[in-house]
């Protein structure tokens, strides 16, 4: 039956509706398993019914128009008890329901299994037979699989489904979930991106005129350099250099030593140039596809969109036209120069059906303030012109929403903009609690590094310089010489204030396209600290770049990321003191003076929380890494979708683990700051100030709501209210608690984007 359950859900996938999908799926369980009546009800929450989405044996007619309250039926005791329900004779049973218009007075035998996706009912999946008897455990068995395989299938035609309904005129609109790329708020109408020539399309042909082919190609890419050329000029005032290095990557690509040389090749062995196009590009996204680190398979979409950019000049084909008015970009995968291609002020949100939060898209929208819902479940054709909601928040996308949704949102996105013009007022002012406590405002940096933005003249400094980012935005390790030059930059960006430097921090969910780790499971394997410290060739060249840096400006601090144990710490303070003595001995001879770094450790590690006193003899500060940090406190992947939602910063546990290390930075005279994204979550702030950090470090965008926040409360009254929480048992009321203070501080309006 294991081949034939395969078939069913393959069959099902395939289908383009839900009301296809049902269809699907009641004629081939009900043929497969020699039954005579196969139905799907599916639920409705908002209204507390299950409604017969689908059937083979009961009447056609009943389809869409019969419901079965939760509390009622054999099929509302199968939902509400969570559990298959196997009855020889179900109209025998008390909670039995008699509906004259499904037409099954001629059934006795009944087997229901709920179909449940991520701890909620969505349906009940149902088999009946006229001859009353108990079904065997092969075929309850057979029943709970299909039901348990077909939980997420069923999740995504739900998506599929709210396009179009055969039953009724009007349906009641709901949220289609996505992963939340970059935060914001956007309502305009859809603007569909398709290809009117896809990669697939072409069909691979040789030529004999081998010389034009190259002509041809080489005059490709000319137009495609020049073209990538223009929109990182025209991004060149909005975005920091991080960002815009992203068109490098595009650039180098395009050039005889990558995609560009390997296509001539092809093109010589005697293919056609747009044939020759297609086969490299096949043979790349297939490799990077096939890659489990997240960062790299997204490095498929940059090579398509490469390839794709090359087949349009090589055809011809002109880009299409925008509408005149603001939009929401869609597309079955939005690309970093698609999005570049729309002017700013026009573009005011992204829908990608494919790609996460690590695509090349999601950041250029991070960077540039544009909401992006990123990894949709939706038939993108369907929606042109149509108008959108998009909550970059908590990743929901409304489409043609019903005018209390859209009046709801409106005055969302009045209310925010409103806060951020009131924010952007108090920026100059100092971050003082209304009780007089002073908290530094650090940010985080990287590909987002805003070396170039107003605002971080009002940031106390740089709390954590992510120096993987440039790693993984060139083809080959840096140079001592390339680093140190970048380093310099960041480090003259904030003379005077301290600028933490973390040493490169890759395994895990970040990787370097040109040193790929395969591991079962990378978030526990060779990452961080472990990896540098066995390659200390890395680490020292590191080390002595950001020193080098530092002459003159003596603004460095360096951070050692993923620190579990002891002997880690006294092995890079030894490659440390190596650096340090070599480069402070060249800058000796040269007149110059170098003073030594601070040095300091991640918190990110539960084992880490153990070994705090040794710790603190041997480092100057401590920097808690909360993301990480719950991850492992939790053991949840975040980037699952299947445990997503058990990721919670503010559980009870993670909570007790932030005041036991607060607890022990006092005892032991440790400056201790955070830099996960708590920091910048404005129940987050609240709490951690209740606890007694005063060292905040977030996103660029961040530092404008969490000071407005800052200036109106007392910490005096959020440590009655931290009291209070260390008696809740859930995350969930933690937040409820807080939220309720910053409502009675007429912050209300700011709880909704730190979610």
């Known amino acids: 039956m294991l081949t034939q359950l395969r078939e069913i859900v393959e069959h099902v996938n395939l289908a383009d509706s839900l009301e296809a999908a049902m269809g699907v799926l009641v004629s081939e369980i009900r043929q497969v398993m020699a039954v005579d009546c196969c139905s799907v009800y599916l639920a409705h929450d908002s209204l507390s019914h299950f409604t017969l989405a689908a059937t083979d044996g009961l009447a056609a007619s009943a389809v869409g128009n019969t419901r079965i309250e939760f509390s009622e039926g054999v099929v509302g005791l199968v939902g509400q008890k969570e559990e298959p329900l196997n009855l020889a004779d179900a109209q025998a049973h008390p909670r039995f329901k008699y509906l004259p218009e499904v037409q099954e007075d001629d059934f006795r035998a009944f087997l229901g299994a709920p179909i449940i996706h991520q701890r909620k009912v969505l349906g009940v999946l149902v088999v009946q037979q006229r001859r009353a ?35 009724t005129q009007k349906k009641t609109i709901r949220s289609i979930k996505g992963i939340a790329g970059s935060p914001g708020i956007a309502i305009a109408k859809a603007q569909v991106i398709t290809p009117q020539v896809t990669l697939e399309m072409i069909e691979i042909e040789s030529s004999q005129d081998i010389d034009g082919e190259l002509v041809r190609f080489t005059s490709a890419v000319q137009q495609s350099i020049e073209e990538i050329k223009a929109i990182a000029f025209r991004l060149k005032e909005q975005l920091p250099k991080e960002a815009l290095a992203i068109f490098d990557v595009y650039q180098h690509m395009l050039a005889d030593v990558s995609l560009s040389g390997e296509i001539k090749a092809e093109i010589r062995a005697g293919l056609k140039a747009t044939s020759a196009v297609k086969q490299v590009a096949v043979r790349y996204i297939q490799q990077f596809k096939a890659m489990s680190d997240p960062y790299l398979r997204e490095r498929a979409t940059d090579t398509k969109d490469v390839c794709q950019r090359l087949i349009n000049h090589l055809i011809g084909l002109e880009p299409a036209a925008l509408i005149a008015n603001e939009l929401i970009l869609v597309a079955d995968e939005v690309t970093a120069t698609m999005l570049a291609n729309v002017p700013k002020e026009k573009l005011k949100g992204i829908v990608s059906v494919k790609g996460s939060a690590n695509s090349h898209a999601a950041i250029l929208a991070r960077a540039l303030g544009i909401p992006a819902l990123m990894g949709m479940s939706l038939p993108i054709e369907k929606l042109s012109h149509s108008l959108l909601i998009l909550d970059g928040y908590s990743g929901e996308l409304y489409v043609s929403p019903e005018q209390a949704v859209q009046n709801e949102y409106e005055g969302l996105l009045a209310e925010e903009k409103q806060l951020d013009s009131i924010m952007l007022d108090c920026l100059e002012a100092p971050a003082v609690t209304r009780d007089g406590i002073k908290i530094e405002m650090l940010l985080n940096a990287g590909l987002s590094a805003d070396t170039e933005i107003a605002i971080n ?34 480090l003259q960006t904030y003379a005077a204030k301290p600028v933490t430097m973390r040493t490169l921090d890759v395994g895990g969910d970040k990787q370097l396209p040109y040193f790929p780790i395969i591991e079962e499971n990378p978030f526990l394997g060779w990452r961080g600290i472990r990896l540098t410290l066995d390659h200390p060739e890395i680490f020292l060249v590191q080390i002595k770049a950001m020193l080098r840096a530092s002459i003159g400006l003596n603004n460095l601090q360096i951070m050692l990321p993923m620190i579990s144990g002891v002997t880690e710490v006294d092995d890079s303070i030894r490659l440390i003191n190596q650096a340090w003595n070599e480069i402070s001995e060249q800058a000796a001879a040269q007149g110059e003076n170098l003073r030594k770094p601070k040095l300091g450790v991640m918190l990110e590690v539960p084992s880490a929380l153990y070994i705090l006193p040794q710790l603190a003899k041997r480092v100057d500060f ?11 406190l939790l053991a949840v992947d975040r980037n699952n979708p299947r445990v997503a939602d058990i990721f919670d910063s503010f ?17 032991h005279k440790v400056s201790v700051s955070l830099c996960g994204e708590l920091a910048g979550d404005p129940l987050g702030a609240v709490i951690l100030m209740a606890m007694g950090y005063t060292k905040l470090s977030m996103n660029t965008y961040n530092i404008a709501r969490i000071k407005f926040v800052i200036r109106h409360v007392s910490v005096k009254e959020l440590q009655a209210l931290l009291g209070q929480a260390y008696e809740l048992d859930s995350g969930k009321a933690v937040r409820a608690l807080f939220a309720q203070y910053l409502e009675a501080q007429g912050l209300g309006g700011l709880v909704r984007a730190g979610r």
């Open 457 to 490: 003249e009002f940031a106390d400094g740089v709390g954590l310089y992510r120096t993987e980012v440039p790693f993984m935005l060139t083809e080959s390790f840096p140079t001592e010489q390339e680093q140190t030059e970048r380093y310099r930059g960041i």
């Open 622 to 632: 401590w920097s808690v890494g909360s993301n990480d940090l719950t991850q492992y």
């Open 133 to 167: 008897r108990e079904y065997d455990i092969n075929e309850e068995s057979f029943i709970v699989t299909l039901a348990a395989q077909l939980a997420n299938v069923i999740a995504h035609s739900h998506a599929k489904g709210m396009f179009s309904s055969p039953n």
């Open 651 to 667: 559980h009870p546990a993670v909570l007790q683990a932030l005041q036991h290390i607060i607890a022990q930075a006092k005892q």
